[in-house]
């Protein structure tokens, strides 16, 4: 029984580790006078699959990061 | 954003195992229209201490070398950046440290003890040595 559920735990474990090697993208959002925006959508876009990976906001000093993006280049959009 | 134009930029390159910063500047004008960039990313590393060299499959098809007879990574990684050799030895240096001190993983798993003669070049999207400030879950040179 033990046995079982170790083999259970280093299963689920494999995705995590090989989430290393991803990349992140990370920035501030300031107007034309410098000051920062918060509240502004950002999407990432991989162009090979087509597929929107991430979408986050950024907070009240502009700043905005998205984690775990896969390896690629990606179209943004800050609205 | 209201007030805000959309600011678009396209075609942005994340290498596997990288922090990118991409600072937008916002301009005033009717929400719905856009401003567009292409290449907006800055194309050195400016988020981390890292140092480090890629070296992609596409790198490796124009080589001209005949058919696969290199076909581990271990000959490719002497064409990148930081990677040295010793000549008149089969030795390899990264930024100065032995081979021995060399730490290897792919898709972002550790091997500890990989053999990198089996692996071939061939099924490899992209190698990559990160050689000064590396990340801490990789404890050395990678």
Wanted: charged share 20%; proline share 4%; aromatic share 6%.
């Amino acid at each position: 029984m033990i046995s079982a559920k170790v083999s259970v735990f280093l299963l689920l474990s494999l995705p995590l580790m090989a989430q290393t090697s991803l990349s992140t993208l990370r920035g501030k959002v300031t107007d034309q006078s410098g000051a920062v925006v918060p509240g502004v959508e950002v999407t990432a876009e991989e162009i090979s699959t087509n597929i929107r990976a991430r979408m986050v906001t950024t907070d009240h000093l502009g700043n905005y990061e998205m984690p775990d993006l896969q390896k690629g280049r990606i179209d943004c959009a800050w609205s | 954003m209201k007030g805000f134009k959309t600011f678009v930029a396209e075609d942005i390159p994340l290498e596997s195992n990288q922090t990118k910063r991409v600072d937008v500047a916002l301009q005033v004008g009717e929400t719905g229209t856009e401003v567009t960039v292409s290449g907006a990313a800055p194309v050195i590393e400016t988020e981390e201490g890292k140092i480090g060299a890629e070296f992609s499959d596409r790198q490796y098809k124009d080589l001209p070398m005949p058919g696969n007879a290199y076909s581990s990574p271990i000959p490719v990684l002497v064409t990148m950046a930081q990677v040295q050799t010793d000549e008149g030895s089969y030795s390899v240096y990264f930024a100065g440290q032995g081979g021995s001190q060399l730490d290897m993983g792919m898709d972002g798993v550790k091997e500890e003890s990989m053999n990198t003669q089996t692996v071939n070049m061939e099924s490899v999207e992209e190698v990559k040595v990160v050689a000064v400030n590396n990340s801490a879950e990789f404890s050395r040179v990678g």
